[in-house]
């Protein structure tokens, strides 16, 4: 049987995304904005931000894998890709996590091939304690230890996406 419990509230989520879509408006003030969300998981957390968020943008999904079950294979392959050409515009990739940092890193270089103007980084959560790939997060939400964590755009195998709030996995 699967169990989990709440980590982080729907309220705090709430909080921190709009203190971050303020931010990324100071920031790009007057610039044009490509929004690439990782799919599946950035899905929520980019719905929400840009919903917040002054600046107008463009937005593409880009996905790719790496994992299976709760561990990273280590390898990431290309699933989708985005149809923007982002060649000198303002690109902000929107993750769920960084773990390893591994998928970013890779994503990170793929994009800066594209030759983006700029090129930032906004990411929901970041496990610094797991993290081998280090990675500059622009626009971070929250910092948390090492715990498989699902539910607002994260899932284990596929469920538990839609909850409002993060919890944690845990079976039992
Ligand atoms: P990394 O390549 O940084 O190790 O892993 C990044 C990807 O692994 C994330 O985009 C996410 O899909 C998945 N991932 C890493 N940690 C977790 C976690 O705690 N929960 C869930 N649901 N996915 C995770």
């Not at 890709?81 to 970013?104: A, C, R, S, W």
């Not at 700029?118 to 090492?146: N, P, Q, R």
């Amino acid at each position: 049987m699967s169990t989990f419990e709440t980590f982080i509230s729907k309220e705090e989520i709430q909080t921190r995304v709009c203190e971050l879509a303020k931010k990324i408006d100071e920031d790009y003030q007057g610039k044009d904005l490509v929004i690439i969300g990782v799919l599946n998981g950035a899905f929520m957390f980019l719905a929400d931000i840009v919903r917040e968020l002054k600046t107008p943008v463009h937005l593409d999904f880009i996905s790719v894998s790496s994992y299976a079950g709760t561990e990273s294979t280590g390898k990431v392959s290309l699933i989708k890709d985005i149809k923007i050409d982002v060649k000198d515009k303002h690109v902000l990739l929107v993750e769920d996590i960084v773990d390893t940092g591994l998928t970013i890193t890779e994503l990170l270089k793929l994009f800066n091939q594209r030759e983006p103007a700029s090129l930032g980084l906004a990411s929901l959560l970041h496990k610094s304690s797991k993290t081998k790939h280090d990675v500059k997060i622009d626009y971070l939400g929250f910092e948390i230890e090492d715990k498989f964590v699902i539910g607002y755009g994260l899932d284990f195998d596929g469920r538990y996406r839609e909850l409002p709030y993060i919890g944690v996995y845990s079976e039992s």
